[in-house]
C-alpha cells in the first residue's frame, strides 16, 4: 500500500487524554518532554518538583508516571510537535462546540408542496372565520350583553372554551362556527402530521463485565427513589488535606473544594494526587450511605468513590478500585465503572445524589436539583471501604464542588 507523500492531510482522531497532563488534567500547554518519554506542561511540572522534594530515591525531579528519576536533573525544553498538536486540537475542539452555522435544509419537494397546501387552507378558513365574527357584530343589538362579556371578563358560568362557544348568536352562526373550528382543528393535524418526527438518540452503552452490572434509567422497571427518602442515610463528609492536590484547596469547613489558582506549597506526600483530585476522610465500609454535591460552579468534574488504594497518578474511574461519573462539557457526560466508559445522553445535573448501598454493593447516583432522577447505576466492590472521590479541572481557577447539607423534601 502506498503511504502519503508529505503534502497529504491524513485525518487522525485524537482524544484530549492522548494530549493531556496528567498533573493538570488539561491539554498541554508548553509540554516538555523527559528522557523517559512521557510529556508534560513545562508550568506544571516545575510546581509538582518544587513541592514533591523528596521525589523518588531522593531524585525531585522523576517522572509523575513511571516514577523513573535520571541521575541529573533533565533540562526542560518545548515539544514544538506536541504544542502544534495541542494547539490544532484546541482549535478543532472550539469550533466543535461552537458548531456550525444553523443552515437550514431545504425540506423535500412533496413536503414542501403539502405544507404550501395546508398553509392555503388555513388561511381561507381563518378568512371565514373573520367573517363570521363581523357578521356577529353587526347583530350586536340583539345579542344583548353576551357578546360583550365574551370579549371582556367573562363570569364563571360564560367560561366556555373555543370548542364549545357560548350560545349567543343564532343557530345559524352558531353551526357554522362549529364546523370551522373543527376544520381548523383538521388542519392542525394535517400540520402536524407533515412534520417528520426525529426520536431522541439513544443513550450509547459499552459491553460491561457481568461482574459489573451497569443499569440505565430507561431501563429500570421501578421509579428511583426520590432524595427525600435517603435523607435517613445522609451523611457530610469533609475533604482529606492529605490526599488533596496541590491544584486545589480547600474551605475551612473542609466541604467546599476550589481550582486553586497558584499551585499550593502543601508539605509532600505519598496519600497526596499528582492531578487535580481529592478523597473524603470518611472510610465508608458497611450499611448505607448517601450525599450531595453541587457542580453549579464547576466546568469539568467527576463525582463518586475510590478506595484509598487508588493510585494518586491515576484519574478518577480509570482503575479497578474506583467508580465516578464525569462532566466534561455538552456531549461529554459519561459513567466510568471497571475502568469501563458509558456515555450519558443527559443533560449536566446541577445537583449530583451519590447513594452507596454496601450491603448490596450498589453504587447510584441521582440527579437532585430540581426533579429526582437516577443517572447511573452500577455494582462496586466492597472488599475494603470505599471513601467519597472527586476531579476538578485544573486549567479552570476558581471553579468549585460543594458537599451539601442533605435536608428532607417533601
Not at 457481568?210 to 440505565?216: A, E, F, H, Q, V
Request: charged share 20%.
Amino acid at each position: 500500500m502506498a503511504t502519503p507523500g508529505l503534502g497529504t492531510s491524513v485525518p487522525v482522531w485524537l482524544s484530549e487524554e492522548d494530549l493531556g497532563c496528567i498533573i493538570c488534567q488539561g491539554l498541554l500547554d508548553w509540554p516538555t518532554t523527559l528522557p523517559c518519554g512521557h510529556s508534560f506542561c513545562l508550568r506544571c511540572l516545575k510546581g509538582l518538583w518544587i513541592t514533591q522534594r523528596a521525589g523518588v530515591r531522593g531524585r525531585p525531579w522523576a517522572c509523575p508516571t513511571c516514577r523513573e528519576g535520571p541521575e541529573a536533573k533533565p533540562t526542560l525544553r518545548k515539544n514544538p510537535l506536541l504544542q502544534d498538536l495541542a494547539d490544532k486540537y484546541r482549535q478543532a475542539a472550539h469550533e466543535l462546540e461552537a458548531g456550525p452555522e444553523a443552515v437550514p435544509a431545504p425540506a423535500p419537494v412533496a413536503l414542501q408542496k403539502r405544507t404550501t397546501e395546508v398553509i392555503q387552507e388555513l388561511t381561507k378558513l381563518f378568512q371565514q372565520f373573520v367573517d363570521v365574527v363581523k357578521g356577529l357584530q353587526t347583530q350586536g343589538p340583539r345579542l344583548g350583553s353576551g357578546l360583550d362579556n365574551e370579549l371582556g371578563a367573562p363570569s364563571s358560568e360564560e367560561e366556555q372554551s373555543l370548542s364549545s362557544p357560548t350560545p349567543v348568536t343564532s343557530n345559524a352562526s352558531e353551526k357554522k362556527i362549529r364546523e370551522i373550528l373543527h376544520n381548523l382543528k383538521e388542519i392542525q393535524e394535517k400540520l402536524q402530521g407533515s412534520v417528520p418526527r426525529t426520536d431522541a438518540p439513544g443513550e450509547q452503552v459499552q459491553e460491561m463485565p457481568s461482574s459489573s452490572l451497569c443499569l440505565l434509567p430507561d431501563q429500570r422497571s421501578p421509579e428511583p427513589r426520590k432524595a427525600s427518602q435517603f435523607a435517613l442515610y445522609a451523611i457530610s463528609p469533609t475533604f482529606d488535606l492529605g490526599s488533596l492536590s496541590c491544584s486545589l484547596e480547600v474551605s475551612n469547613s473542609c466541604r467546599t473544594v476550589t481550582v486553586s489558582r497558584c499551585l499550593q506549597t502543601y508539605g509532600w506526600s505519598p496519600e497526596r494526587f499528582l492531578i487535580s483530585q481529592v478523597l473524603c476522610s470518611e472510610a465508608l465500609s458497611s450499611g448505607q450511605k448517601y450525599w450531595e454535591v453541587d457542580t453549579r460552579n464547576c466546568n469539568h468534574w467527576a463525582v463518586g468513590v475510590a478506595s484509598w488504594g487508588m493510585k494518586r497518578d491515576q484519574m478518577l474511574g480509570r482503575t479497578m478500585d474506583s467508580w465516578c461519573i464525569e462532566w466534561k462539557g455538552p456531549g461529554q457526560f459519561s459513567a466510568w465503572a471497571m475502568m469501563k466508559k458509558t456515555d450519558l445522553c443527559l443533560g449536566c445535573p446541577e445537583v449530583v445524589g451519590v447513594w452507596l448501598d454496601l450491603e448490596l454493593g450498589k453504587l447510584a447516583f441521582y440527579s437532585v436539583s430540581d426533579e429526582e432522577r437516577l443517572l447511573y447505576e452500577c455494582e462496586v466492590s466492597a472488599s475494603c471501604p470505599l471513601h467519597p472521590a472527586f476531579w476538578l479541572y485544573g486549567l479552570s481557577p476558581g471553579n468549585y464542588l460543594e458537599i451539601k447539607q442533605v435536608h428532607p423534601r417533601g
